[in-house]
């Protein structure tokens, strides 16, 4: 397996020291991955996102979304069957299946939804105000001038 040398990110960036074992992950997560099921990321705007995987013959009940950590883990598993069937060709794969996306911050798990074999699970990033970009606003070196001159006049 290939490595990338991420230390120029390093000179420049504060806190993202994380992003190196969250990159290695992800080449090893996509060298292991089975394909199964398939699915869609969409963006719907800015910052709304849907996840949509074709789970065909699971039922609601089969199904389970979990959040943690900033991983969402969606888990399928077929419940027995007690009939027995006698398949000539079977193409619909109901094996149990792990699909982990790991989630940027801020980006939570609105809703989801099953319909016609797609189960769609909607995120929205909400970034709190407090880390919303404001602006600073510059004084100049003659309104401090004045202010102090206002000042030194009070004073006498």
Not at 121 to 136: D, F, Q, S, T, Y
């Amino acid at each position: 397996m290939k490595t990338i040398d991420l230390s120029p990110l390093y000179r420049s960036s504060i806190g993202f020291d994380h992003l190196a074992s969250m990159l290695e992950g992800a080449f090893h997560t996509d060298q292991t991955s089975v394909g199964y099921p398939p699915y869609n990321i969409e963006v719907m705007d800015d910052n709304r996102y849907a996840i949509t995987l074709a789970v065909a013959g699971f039922s609601q009940e089969e199904l389970n979304i979990q959040v943690e950590g900033g991983v969402l883990t969606i888990r399928g598993k077929k419940k027995g069957n007690d009939q027995k069937r006698d398949y000539l060709y079977q193409g619909i794969a109901t094996r149990t299946f792990e699909r982990k996306f790991n989630l940027a911050d801020y980006v939570e798990v609105t809703n989801a939804n099953l319909s016609n074999g797609l189960l769609t699970i909607g995120l929205v990033r909400e970034i709190p105000e407090a880390m919303k970009p404001k602006h600073i606003a510059i004084e100049s070196d003659e309104s401090n001038i004045i202010d102090h001159m206002t000042e030194d006049a009070k004073a006498a």
